[in-house]
């Protein structure tokens, strides 16, 4: 995986200002990243860091996060596997946001399929946006939240 912000892709067709603002994040919450590889979108996350006021942090990073920002293609490992290693970091209420590559595009997954996914790893999902350009976003929350 790559971690360089330049190599990441940029979302044109929503404006910066209006990228991110979908997504229920405040000031303050702390957001960690996973799945991070080149094809992410940079403009996404500056938009989101710019919102929460801080830098996204790392998959690598320990604590307990508000939100998990969670970068999913179809070629990634297990989805499930995927949610219930995420909720591990996830502070309870806090809410998983997948991101996957929309229809048509490389590495899509179908909306049924993470619908599918969510309750085998003890999770919902509660809404979904078009999060940039290319990527399609899953709001997902504990069985146990439902807001």
Known sequence: MSNSSSERTSSTSTLPSELGQNLGLAAGDYVQEIGYDDDVDLDLCQAIENIIGDKIADGDEDGVFDVIL???????????????????????GGAVWLLSPKA??????????????APTAGMHVTSTVSAAEYWAGFRLVGKKNHS
Do not use: F, Y
């Not at 969670?70 to 502070?91: H, P």
């Not at 048509?104 to 996914?117: K, L, N, T, V």
């Open 104 to 117: 048509s595009r490389p590495g899509h997954i179908s909306p049924a399929d993470i619908s599918e996914a």
């Open 70 to 92: 969670m970068w999913w293609r179809s070629d990634d490992d297990d989805l499930i596997d995927g949610l219930v290693d995420a909720q591990a970091t996830l502070k309870e």
